[in-house]
């Protein structure tokens, strides 16, 4: 079984997309975006306008958000010759490799990350940063590469000033490759949600642009009931499959923070539809379940999901949602902590076994990507013709275009 999932081509997740369609700007209002419903029990596409998303949901569905916060992850700097280079900051690794407490450190940091116009940095760069009526000077030191990303140590002496309050002050937000236009002032809150608290993601979690307060009142008000998990977004997401089969991509590793009165809220909710905002909640919740399914079995390294494990271990399969819940409960207890911190490679292909989600709120996906494949999971080879209809009826694709609800 598990060559069959390795075996999956990838251009049979192709459809073409021109540029023009693209949207390279937020509709007007965040909830003026079209959405898509697709009803799978009744195969019907209804087009309707984001607003409008609480006439399709009611007191059995509950949604789930992704509260990961897009950092200002892109700085824009120069050599001593004048030379422009770019140095987009992916995720910390010294003196922590936790986000939340990497934003907070002083003094001196090291991040991976990818660099533009590297061969031009030869020498370590001074950065000034403009920051409350005064200038941090910040030293950049670019260390040996590795698999195409870059060690980067930033310095600055400034003992009340953390790593976040002076990327924040310069740096830029981190659009997509495929918006070719250079980030904006408006960009600051349209490619942020409503509902971001944590920093950490280098790209946004794009389901949830289209929410407003109003929007998650009303749909309270409904009694449609709302909670959070984090993941913060790596700029791996973007990453293109370029083998032929799947089998030949390797996925990118993201961090998840779930807390432990979400996974008591998951036991005592079990009768209802869990609903993912987003593909990022969707790989968040599934690796909850892997990540359990791992402690009541009592395998290895249970807080890291590998990307084929659950594809190559059957007996994960057999554990149950309350099993596994159970398991992870028990950890904290036993660690003392109120707060899963873990990460996941997960792949989730059209032949995955979803465990938690649903249903799914999620933008168009980029031709021949693993974000595809994870809708296919959802839609079968329905993936085609809802496509086609949004292509046929004026959709926006991508990150700043309009959104789907598969349920």
């Excluded at 937020?26 to 009744?42: C, G, H, T, V």
């Excluded at 918006?179 to 944590?198: H, K, L």
């Excluded at 007996?315 to 873990?342: F, G, N």
Aim: proline share 5%; with cysteine.
């Amino acid at each position: 079984m598990n060559d069959l999932n390795r075996n999956i081509r990838i251009e049979d997740y192709d459809y073409p997309l021109p540029e023009s369609r693209i949207a390279f700007y937020p509709a007007a209002q965040r909830d003026d975006s079209k959405l898509l419903i697709f009803n799978k029990k009744e195969g019907k596409i209804t087009d309707a306008v984001f607003h409008q998303l609480p006439d399709f949901l009611n007191e059995n569905h509950w949604l789930v958000f992704n509260d990961s916060k897009v950092i200002h992850a892109r700085l824009q700097v120069h050599n001593a010759t004048g030379a422009a280079i770019e140095i987009f900051c992916l995720e910390p690794l010294s003196p922590s490799i936790d986000p939340a407490v990497a934003f907070t450190l002083s003094g001196s940091v090291t991040w991976k990350c990818m660099v533009g116009n590297a061969r031009k940095w030869k020498h370590p760069i001074e950065i000034e940063v403009p920051l409350h009526e005064r200038v941090i000077h910040v030293r950049a030191e670019r260390g040996e590469a590795v698999e195409g990303t870059f060690e980067v140590t930033f310095t600055w002496p400034d003992a009340d000033v953390s790593f976040a309050e002076w990327v924040e002050a310069y740096g830029k937000v981190p659009l997509p490759p495929y918006i070719r236009r250079d980030a904006e002032d408006s960009d600051m809150e349209r490619y942020q949600t409503v509902y971001a608290r944590y920093d950490g993601s280098v790209a946004a979690p794009t389901a949830g642009l289209h929410f407003t307060d109003d929007l998650l009142h009303t749909l309270n008000v409904k009694g449609v009931e709302t909670e959070y998990v984090t993941l913060h977004v790596g700029a791996g997401t973007f990453k293109p499959v370029s083998s032929e089969t799947i089998g030949g991509h390797f996925m990118h590793e993201e961090k998840i923070l779930i807390t432990e009165s979400f996974i008591r809220k998951l036991l005592d909710n079990k009768d209802k539809q869990l609903v993912a905002v987003g593909t990022t909640v969707t790989r968040t919740l599934e690796s909850l379940f892997v990540i359990g399914a791992k402690l009541h079995l009592g395998l290895d390294n249970p807080l890291v999901v590998e990307q084929w494990e659950i594809y190559d271990n059957p007996e994960i399969h057999k554990v149950s949602v309350e099993q596994s819940l159970a398991a992870i409960l028990s950890y904290l207890q036993a660690h003392d902590t109120d707060m899963l911190r873990a990460a996941t490679r997960l792949i989730i292909l059209p032949t995955y076994t979803r465990h938690i989600v649903g249903g799914l709120i999620t933008n168009f996906h980029q031709p021949k990507s693993t974000l595809l494949l994870l809708i296919s999971n959802f839609l079968g080879e329905d993936w085609h013709r809802i496509y086609q209809h949004a292509l046929d009826n004026g959709y926006r694709f991508l990150s700043y275009g309009d959104a789907n609800l598969y349920y």
